[in-house]
C-alpha cells in the first residue's frame, strides 16, 4: 500500500466528483449534515463515550480493555458513526439549500469548491479518528506506519483538530439559516 495520505486524497477528490454529479445545492444540504456529524460526535461524545465503552465492556465481559483494544473500539465506533450519519445525509431525499443554480462555469466552480470542501471535511475526520487513536488500522494490516513526512504534517490540519467542537454548532445554524433564508 502507498502512502495513508494517498488514500484519503482519493477521498478527497471522490467527494468533488460527487459534487459535479449533484451539484451545489444539495451538496450544501450535505454539508450541513457533516456540521451535524461533527458537533453530535466532537462535542456530545467526544468526552463521554470512551468511559461508557470501558463500563460497557467490563460489566459484560468481565475484563478491563486495553488501552490499545479501547483504541480500536473508539475509532472504529466513531467512525461507523460519522459514516452512517454521511450515508443518511447522501441516501433518498436528502435536505439541499433552494436556490437557482447558477449557468456556466460559476456553477461548476460551486460545484468543485463545495465538494472539495465535504471532501476535505469527510475524509479528514476519517483520518483524524485514525490519529486520534493511534492509527489502529496499522493492527490490521491495511496501513504501514509509520506516516510520511506529509503525512505528519498534514495530520496537524484535519477538521477537528482546527476547528473547535463548539463551532460546528454556529456551522450548523448558520446554514440553517441559509436554508430558511431561501
Excluded: C
Amino acid at each position: 500500500m502507498g502512502p495513508f495520505e494517498y488514500f484519503w486524497f482519493l477521498v478527497f477528490v471522490f467527494f468533488i466528483f460527487i459534487a459535479l454529479v449533484r451539484g451545489y445545492n444539495r451538496e450544501l444540504g450535505a454539508t450541513t449534515m457533516i456540521f451535524v456529524a461533527l458537533f453530535l460526535i466532537t462535542y456530545l461524545l467526544e468526552p463521554r463515550l470512551p468511559a461508557i465503552v470501558s463500563k460497557s465492556y467490563r460489566q459484560v465481559m468481565k475484563a478491563s480493555l486495553s488501552p490499545r483494544q479501547l483504541d480500536n473500539y473508539l475509532a472504529n465506533l466513531y467512525s461507523l458513526i460519522f459514516i452512517a450519519i454521511i450515508f443518511a445525509s447522501y441516501a433518498g431525499e436528502t435536505f439541499s439549500l433552494k436556490g437557482k443554480t447558477a449557468p456556466g462555469w460559476r456553477g461548476t466552480l460551486y460545484n468543485i469548491l463545495i465538494g472539495a470542501v465535504n471532501g476535505y471535511l469527510v475524509a479528514g475526520t476519517l483520518w483524524y479518528f485514525q490519529d486520534k487513536f493511534h492509527y489502529p488500522s496499522a493492527d490490521l494490516g491495511i496501513l504501514n506506519l509509520p506516516l510520511t513526512q506529509m503525512g505528519e504534517h498534514l495530520a496537524n490540519f484535519l477538521p477537528p483538530y482546527v476547528i473547535p467542537p463548539i463551532f460546528w454548532a454556529v456551522l450548523v445554524t448558520i446554514m440553517l439559516l441559509f436554508r430558511v433564508k431561501n
